[in-house]
């Protein structure tokens, strides 16, 4: 780690009172958690199109549920990393006046760390929704009762409380975020590679609002061209860096 980079990072956000934090699949990585683009990623085993889609549902919810059961059984053995623990540390501990994370991850895993303001952009899988009476509610059964599981209300097919592709993110997450990042004065974005939107154009859109951007990855992204400071490195080794720098 850059000795220098870290000091300026530290010195920025020493100095800001409104912080966003921007996370993706790298920040669970260090839990156990496969990314979706990396080299054992979702993506390079299974096609999102099969997968992730109200098409696929369509098609096979047997499918669907059977990969979403696999990933809440894995998530469910996992932990919160020191990434997710030094953030929700930082929130609990009021370092800042406003401190929010946006996160595209669906595990749950900032808010089993202790994190309260979590605005959870592509919805959350321990959630299921009804396709009949689109009643919506916790399920943290591990494994599921049946696949596909059905609703208690009305015997409808129940999915998965998850955004996929092709559909809307939800608004009051949605509307939230861009607020949060127009008045940010510094956004921290951490293991995402960027490419997925709408999450992929809050940094700019922080940037052209005034925000600094300090990026956290293992390797560079479309982000790392306009971001104000990139620390190379694993999320959970660089932010108890930052932290030591800061406290
Ligand atoms: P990706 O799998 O696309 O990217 C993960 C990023 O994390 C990459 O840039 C890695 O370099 C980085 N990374 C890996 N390990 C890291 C570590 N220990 N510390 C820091 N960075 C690390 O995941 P996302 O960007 O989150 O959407 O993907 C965005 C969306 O695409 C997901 O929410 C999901 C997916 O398809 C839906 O399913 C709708």
Request: positive net charge; glycine residues 8%.
């Amino acid at each position: 780690m850059d000795e220098k980079l870290l000091k300026d990072a530290a010195s920025v956000l020493r100095g800001s009172k409104n912080v966003v934090v921007l996370t993706g699949a790298g920040i669970s990585a260090e839990s156990g958690i496969p990314t979706f683009r990396g080299k054992d990623g979702w993506w390079k085993r299974y096609r999102a199109e099969e997968l992730a889609t109200p098409e696929a549902f369509r098609r096979d919810p047997k499918l669907v549920w059977e990969w979403y059961n696999y990933r809440r059984e894995i998530i469910h053995s996992k932990k919160p990393n020191r990434a997710h623990i030094i953030l929700s540390k930082w929130e609990n501990e009021g370092k800042f006046e406003n401190f929010t994370i946006i996160t595209q991850n669906v595990d749950g895993l900032h808010m089993r760390s202790g994190s309260k303001n979590v605005l959870c952009l592509h919805g959350d899988i321990w959630k299921v929704r009804c396709t009949g009476c689109y009643r919506e509610e916790y399920n943290f059964d591990v494994p599921l009762k049946e696949i596909p599981p059905r609703c208690s209300n009305c015997n409808s097919l129940l999915r998965p409380g998850v955004v996929w592709f092709g559909e809307s993110l939800p608004q009051f997450e949605l509307e939230r975020s861009f607020r949060e990042l127009e008045r940010c004065d510094l956004l921290i974005v951490i293991g995402t590679s960027g490419i997925v939107y709408p999450a992929a154009s809050m940094p700019q859109y922080a940037k052209s609002h005034g925000s600094k951007i300090i990026e956290i990855n293992i390797e560079k992204t479309p982000i790392t061209n306009y971001a104000h400071i990139f620390l190379k490195g694993k999320a959970g080794e660089i932010l108890p860096l930052l932290d030591g720098e800061i406290s």
